[in-house]
């Protein structure tokens, strides 16, 4: 492939919105949710996020608040609707507070392992989401 051609088509490929699509069941609602692959932008600061969550070493919780960030930033970037929307904006953060922790879990897990955020993330995830002694999950 010439010069050229590899710039054509880098300029048809950037910026089209072409990342794959999946539809996840959500037993707890009923139905199913259509997510999209994150942008390389968006799988950086949800890291970032997660970084200043947990202490990986420690495999311990650092900061509840920033877990339930962590959390929603991830479900808001990824759920769409059919017309490629996005589904969830900042204002729906308490709303999602709400919902049942296997929904969130079920969520999470999917789209850490749709974006190949890694075993060890999703693990934390995972592990995170889990209720605590007090009955607490990382979503609150």
Partial sequence: MTDVAVKALG??????????????VVEEWGGSVLIRQ???RQV?????LATEAVDSAK?????RKKLT????????????SEDGTPVLTDDDYESLLDEPNAAIET???EISAFNNLGERAQADAKKNLEPTLNG?????
Avoid: M, P, Y
Avoid at 59 to 63: A, E, H, N, T
Avoid at 136 to 140: F, M, P, Y
């Fill in 136 to 140: 607490n999950s990382g979503i609150n």
């Fill in 107 to 109: 969520l999470t897990t």
């Fill in 44 to 48: 950086s600061e949800i890291q970032q």
């Fill in 69 to 80: 960030r962590f959390n929603f930033c991830l479900i808001r970037d990824s759920w769409i």
């Fill in 11 to 24: 300029r048809d490929v950037l910026g089209r919105g072409n990342a794959r699509r999946k539809h996840i």
């Fill in 59 to 63: 495999r311990q919780v650092r900061d």
């Fill in 38 to 40: 994150l942008s390389s």
